[in-house]
């Protein structure tokens, strides 16, 4: 049973545009959440992340929201350039888990010139 | 600013072979972990370490045996290799932090293949 759901599979937004990769969790011991920017045949690299006493938290072009009623957080890119697309994995922990995480299946973003 | 270094980056191996997959930080990390990505599905924990001379199994451990005998080093062992072992298999290290609140690192694979 997935924890953390990723439902997009693909997105497809136009360069300067915003976009908006959505996660839902079930698990509500989640309390640190994060997004991984993945190339073709590259490890994950961490983007940003937010703690669940946040609702928000920004790094220049990034931003991640955390709705913590609704179990859900989503990444927004403003603007986003074609050097954005990638697979965006959404993933999340339990405090004293040792900092294991559980991914979501992720979302392949294009960003068209 | 080598990071994380797993190698072979590629591999074929037999039914029934077996291998260790290599994975070596040097950024003195205490927690190491490894994860396997299969085709369109997330990351899967399969081992993880807190530090030397301590591991513990994750979500998908069967099959595999992992030993951490140095802080840099984190080696994955596959004994009688199987198809469904078949993957991308990610090496990840951490510093440590409260709690478990810091990103962890990853390297950039290696893609095995059992045939």
């Known amino acids: 049973d997935q924890q953390v759901k990723q439902n997009s599979p693909s997105l497809s937004v136009q360069e300067g545009r915003i976009s908006i990769l959505n996660c839902d969790y079930t698990?509500?011991?989640?309390?640190?959440f994060l997004w991984y920017k993945k190339y073709p045949a590259e490890g994950p690299t961490f983007l940003i992340s937010i703690s669940s006493i946040k609702d928000k938290n920004e790094d220049g072009r990034f931003t991640v929201f955390l709705n913590k009623s609704a179990k859900h957080l989503s990444l927004h890119i403003v603007p986003s350039q074609p050097g954005d697309s990638a697979v965006y994995f959404c993933a999340a922990s339990v405090w004293g888990s040792q900092g294991n995480l559980i991914f979501g299946k992720g979302t392949k973003l294009s960003v068209k010139p | 600013n080598a990071g994380v270094t797993q190698t072979p980056k590629f591999r074929i191996l037999k039914i029934g072979q077996s291998m260790t997959l290599q994975c070596a930080q040097d950024?003195?990390?205490?927690?190491m972990y490894w994860y396997r990505q299969d085709p369109g599905m997330g990351l899967k924990l399969i081992y993880y370490?807190?530090?030397?001379?301590?591991?513990d199994k994750g979500e998908v451990p069967n099959g595999y045996n992992v030993s951490r005998s140095t802080t840099e080093d984190f080696p994955l062992r596959l004994e009688l290799a199987a198809p469904s072992q078949t993957s991308v298999y990610f090496c990840?290290?951490?510093?440590?932090?409260?709690?478990?609140?810091?990103?962890?690192?990853f390297g950039d694979g290696t893609r095995l293949s059992i045939l």
């Open positions: 370490s807190v530090g030397a001379g301590i591991t």
């Open positions: 990840a290290s951490r510093p440590s932090g409260t709690g478990g609140n810091q990103p962890q690192h």
């Open positions: 950024m003195n990390h205490n927690y």
């Open positions: 698990n509500s011991m989640f309390d640190y």
